[in-house]
């Protein structure tokens, strides 16, 4: 509630889509494009919380500000029991109105509200530098209710660490990204002149 009844600066509208504007059209100028691939689950362990039959089919077009302008965080590269480990991270930023319209209002997903932890992000600094991101966790609270409202998400993401999911996105550079650095590889065993039957 506003102290003076007389000047209300948490629900007056306008004022509220002047800086959701504002803020949409800054990250347009200063932000990246990137492809928000948001995952389909197969079949979620409850306990857990992992699906490894998960893929990713869906790639949408979408400007986010990189705010981890000097350089990837985290770890970076390390030697772990289970092999090279790769902990690059980075914070983005994304409208919530734009969020809306151009992934919300077009993905198969209905139940979707906002982005979410587990989807990836598709961002290519040029062309030899092209990486999958995924979410770690999405912040909706990012600036504390300008004017009584939140504009927009921080995400967290995280260097993709493949686990033999499908990426088959319709959009040939993320596919080439997902394929170079997946762990996982196909056998034809009938190519090789085996017979008989054969399941994954």
């Keep these: 509630m506003p102290v003076n009844s ?9 004022e509220q889509d002047v800086v959701q504007d504002l803020i949409d059209e800054s990250i347009a100028i200063y932000g990246h494009s990137v492809h928000y691939v948001p995952r389909n689950d197969a079949n979620i362990d409850a ?13 949408f077009e ?7 302008f000097d350089g990837f965080q985290g770890q970076s590269e390390f030697v772990g029991k289970f092999g090279l ?5 980075m914070y983005l930023t994304v409208s919530q109105r734009r969020f809306r319209n151009s992934v919300m209002s077009q993905t198969a997903i209905t139940a979707m509200k906002r982005p979410r932890g587990g989807d990836l992000i598709y961002i290519e600094m040029d062309a030899d530098n092209r990486f999958l991101f995924n979410i770690r966790f999405v912040e909706n609270k990012e600036t504390l209710f300008t004017l009584g409202k939140l504009y927009t998400y921080e995400l967290k993401c995280e260097m993709f660490n493949f686990s ?17 650095f997946a762990y996982t ?13 054969y399941s994954k």
């Design 164 to 180: 033999n999911e499908g990426v088959t996105t319709g959009v040939d550079d993320i596919n080439e990204v997902a394929n170079k």
């Design 47 to 59: 306990f857990l919380g992992e699906d490894p039959l998960s893929n990713f089919t869906e790639a």
């Design 6 to 14: 007389y000047f209300n600066h948490t629900k007056v509208v306008s």
């Design 185 to 197: 590889i196909n056998l034809d065993m009938k190519a090789a002149g085996g017979s008989g039957d």
């Design 62 to 68: 979408i400007e986010m500000y990189v705010k981890s």
């Design 85 to 89: 480990h790769i902990e690059d991270q």
